[in-house]
């Protein structure tokens, strides 16, 4: 069955970098867009970033736009989020996913990814 696993996250100070990661089994990998969401206690589970299927294209959010990276290795079957320069309201839970949608669109909604990973936490101090 598809897996998607994160890993990489941690509790850092603010101005820290962290490189979130994400390893996914049991699908083509190339044939997905990718993404990165994540979800602060009591609040909606929000868009961070997206790359295309081949990694040609990317997304970011505003709120991370400048400091937050999306890459992916598809030889590794990997999606990464290279984050630099945190700030505590980056604190949260870290979702990877994965989007079977046919076409070149770069979704920023919940509802167009089909597979999900568990989430690893990010705390970011003050």
């Known amino acids: 069955q598809v897996q998607l696993v994160e890993s990489g996250g941690g509790l850092v100070q603010a101005g820290a970098s962290l490189r979130l990661s994400c390893t996914a089994s049991?699908?083509?990998?190339?044939?997905?867009?990718t993404g990165w969401f994540r979800q602060a206690p009591g609040k909606e589970r929000e868009f961070v970033a997206a790359?295309?299927?081949?990694?040609?294209?990317?997304y970011h959010a505003d709120s991370v736009k400048g400091r937050f990276t999306i890459f992916r290795d598809n030889a590794k079957n990997t999606l990464h989020l290279q984050m630099n320069s945190l700030k505590p309201e980056d604190t949260a839970v870290y979702y990877c996913?994965?989007?079977?949608?046919?076409?070149?669109?770069?979704?920023?909604?919940?509802?167009?990814?089909?597979?999900w990973g568990q989430g690893t936490q990010v705390t970011v101090s003050s």
């Open positions: 049991g699908l083509t990998f190339s044939g997905y867009t």
């Open positions: 790359i295309s299927k081949i990694g040609g294209s990317t």
């Open positions: 996913a994965a989007s079977a949608t046919l076409g070149s669109v770069l979704h920023t909604t919940v509802s167009a990814y089909n597979y």
